[in-house]
């Protein structure tokens, strides 16, 4: 059996921690398994799944304290049980110790993994990407990126046109997505909400990166417009999660917006909105928004997010930032007619299906496995 060594999933709830169990519920668990390097003091936010899967959890140094003990740390682990492959997920190139400790254990395939399009980690981090990712082809010899808009900040040219770089979709289970009027009637009924209310959804964690601060003020100009029958909907947890409660508070409209923290029923939650609202900073591939789409959902984005993502472009919207509030209003209230229970078949027809994206992953493994055989 084939076993892989994933780093980068983290003990929070987050873009590359979906993208990694998705993956590993639908992958050929008799062909292959996924192993994890942890850094942290708690576990990884999918531990209890993933050992009991049959994966294997390593708690090592944090490179954030302990630089050189962390890689030697990885490195042995790596040489002690054989690993050929090495899946670097990384939201940045920061930080090159994981393919470093990948390339001093002597694996076989090591993944540069791009996840994300940007970073709002300031002046200094910034700087540091743009100087260590001319470095990551030095340890990395196969390179994914979840969108082209990531592979561009990620990779130069030369990497994105050679064999050995990949566009690995951000997938998900369609089926499980797919818009449910019972579900929708159950939910809606749970939360207290009207059958005729409009619901602006929202699910991502409260950081900078989502913009909660701009989803308030549009949802102010909503309201001082629509006062009745609308409500937003916030799901996630995060650092900033208390200020954007406080927000709340403060603008007048707490008991219209409802937080849920963190959910295990993001799929059913999909089919209670109307509407799904996205102003993110930047993103890679965001699963959210396939997940929104696959439940029928129209989509307000920010311009900054990749235009792959807009599978349903018939009724989805990209609209910059920089635009006037009441562009923002106008475009989230106008009326959707879509028939949303045909959506998760056009997600799955687009190549979003995480069963069929599982086996490619598995078929790039044993490929780049077999061509970097000594």
Known sequence: MLRV????????????????????????????????INIYDKKLYFQDEIEKFGGKVYNVHSYYKNPKKYIEDVANIIKKNNYEIVHCNMNSAVFLYPLKAAKKGGAKVIISHAHNASSDKGILKAFLHNINKNFISKYANVFFSCSDKAGKWFFNEKIRTSSNYYIVNNAIDTEKYEFSELVRAKKRKELNINEDCFVIGHVGRFCKQKNHDFILAVFKKIKEDNKNNIKLVLVGVGPLEEKIKDQAKKMGFYSDVIFLGQRNDVNELMSIFDLFFLPSLYEGLPLVGIEAQASGLKCVL???????????????????LNDDLKKWKDEIIKVNHFDRKDAATIIKNKGYDIRINAKRLLEIYEKERGSNDE
């Open 302 to 320: 920010s311009s900054e997010i990749t235009k792959e993502l807009n599978i349903l472009s018939s009724i989805n919207k990209y609209i910059s």
């Open 5 to 36: 060594l994933q780093i980068g999933m983290t003990d929070n709830w987050g873009g590359i921690e979906s993208y990694l169990i998705n993956y590993y519920r639908n992958i050929d668990r008799n062909k292959i398994q996924f192993d994890f």
